[in-house]
């Protein structure tokens, strides 16, 4: 058997992955891994007036500063999303979604959110064929995804209220939305028809698919975790 989880963590062991200073100045506000583990990319608002907001990529086991990345002309890296492959980057700026990485390490493009996202980003997520994410804005009942290939974003599903979190499922399917007001609607992500309601015992703040897509770990206001099983049609 393995050893119990988070058995080797000690204040050592703490220490060092407290380490992960000499980028951000500003709020830390958004934090990812890498598929293979191996790299965390954060996000956060600019240090003071004047200074660019950034992402940053670390090394996830020397804690090494890989990259610093300046967002230019918006106040805050609000999410921050690794595509399935690893080599590219989504950050969910202000007014807009950058893609960055590939061979050339730049910015590859520029995705307007548009009018009904213009509170600014909040919640993003990538979907694993790698061709489209998902966002929600700030407070906002709208769901938005953009096609990476076109570099377009639209409107595609309203919720029943204001927006906590957003993830799609690891095999694609679903998209799970968290509602700040409590409950999780589970989406169809190919057809964006409503798949089923869960209620919540309070607000969702944070959601998270098991890796059998058979689970929703949800997190909120109240102090617990919330696990919720889903059980399947045929």
Partial sequence: AGAPLFSQVTDAALSTVGGFAGCHDGALLTVAWSPD???ILTGGGPSGPGDAAEACAWDGNSTALL?????????????????PTGDRLALLLDDR????????????????LGASFSTGGRRMTWHPDGD????SAEGGDLVGVADLDASAAAVWFQADGPIGDLQYSHDGQWLAVGLAGGGIQVVDASSGALAATLATSGTVAALS????DATLAVGGEAPEVQVLQLIYGN
């Fill in 97 to 112: 979604i950058g893609l960055y990485g590939g061979t050339s390490r730049l910015w590859q493009a520029w995705i307007p």
């Fill in 132 to 135: 489209r994410v998902a966002f």
């Fill in 37 to 39: 583990d191996g790299r």
């Fill in 209 to 212: 698919w098991s890796p059998d």
């Fill in 67 to 83: 990259q610093e990345i300046d967002a230019p002309d918006t106040t805050a890296v609000s999410a921050v999303a690794w595509s």
